[in-house]
């Protein structure tokens, strides 16, 4: 195909003499493009609403979500993925990323990784992916060979799937059963899809699994409930989700937990029964 007919590759006239800014000029012309992305993801979000639907309904049934792409997008696939079980207290089973080159492309370029198609068949195959999971492909320009074929591949087997992507009537778009597509233009360094494109994508894979958990009782309020109180600082967190949520004291709160085994959701329950 013609890479430069795709919207992420074309150059931005507003940043064509960014190398002779200031510094400070320079910022100003990033800081305003970037401005342009949540009205581009406030475009979709009727359709970010579906999907958040279909995941929390894929999950509630036994089901998983399982993000997938190259290079920046795979890695905040993964990056969402990974920060799902200590802030909603999931199994890292129910949510995760695969990302093209598998984990060494999480730190360094795989040459030729977003283009090996049979791949992407293989890394799914691995995970036992199945037709009550869903899968949602992550491509800004919406033709990534790997990502395609996860697709088309979960397609096949009844699955349902999700694509995100960046350019307007893409092919991802095309085959994906909901399409996500937040058109965010040309990027302030032409063709560099790690800027608004990801921060674009960044904030759907927020909405998706933020609003998929709380579709699913892991929000109360606003708090996050099922937090993994893993270390000093959840567990602090965890002491004020307790007091915040029934008004107790922090002693009441830290002996609740302490007899839940720090589990905030838990406390609350016990001492919402002891109240009544």
Same mark, same amino acid.
């Given at each position: ?11 931005? /006239?507003? /940043? ?19 401005? #342009? ?33 190259? *290079? ?21 089973? $129910? ?19 977003? +283009? +090996? ?15 009550? +999971? ?13 990502? !395609? /074929? ?29 399409? !996500? ?9 032409? *063709?560099?899809?790690? $800027? ?5 994508? #960044? ?13 699913? *009782?892991?929000?109360? *309020?606003?708090? $996050?409930? +099922? ?26 709160? !830290? ?14 329950? /016990? $001492? #919402?029964?002891?109240?009544?």
């Amino acid at each position: 195909m013609d890479f430069s007919e795709l919207t992420t590759e074309q150059r931005n /006239s507003a /940043s064509a003499n960014i190398d002779k800014c200031s510094t400070l000029e320079m910022l100003k012309i990033i800081n305003d493009e970037d401005k #342009k992305v949540a009205s581009a993801v406030e475009k979709i979000l009727p359709s970010v609403a579906e999907a958040v639907e279909l995941v929390a309904e894929k999950l509630s049934g036994g089901g998983r979500l399982f993000y997938i792409g190259a *290079g920046t997008s795979g890695r905040l696939g993964v990056l969402d993925a990974s920060e799902c079980p200590p802030t909603f207290g999931t199994n890292p089973e $129910m949510i995760q990323g695969i990302i093209a080159g598998g984990n060494a492309a999480l730190i360094s370029a795989v040459e030729g990784a977003e +283009d +090996d198609k049979s791949a992407a068949f293989s890394d799914l195959a691995e995970k036992n992916f199945s037709d009550k +999971d869903v899968l949602v492909g992550i491509a800004a320009s919406g033709r990534t060979p790997y990502v !395609l /074929s996860g697709i088309e591949y979960a397609k096949k087997i009844g699955a349902a799937t999700v694509g995100i992507s960046c350019v307007e009537n893409s092919a991802l778009a095309k085959i994906s059963d909901i399409a !996500l597509t937040a058109v965010t233009g040309a990027e302030v360094i032409t *063709g560099s899809t790690r $800027m608004k494109a990801g921060t674009a994508t #960044k904030m759907i894979l927020n909405m998706l699994t933020t609003g998929a958990m709380i579709k699913l *009782g892991k929000v109360y *309020g606003n708090l $996050m409930v +099922d937090v993994n109180a893993t270390n000093e600082k959840l567990r602090d967190r965890a002491k004020r989700i307790v007091i915040a949520a029934t008004n107790c004291t922090e002693a009441e709160a !830290l002996a609740a937990l302490k007899k839940c085994n720090g589990h905030a959701k838990s406390a609350i329950e /016990s $001492m #919402k029964i002891l109240s009544r």
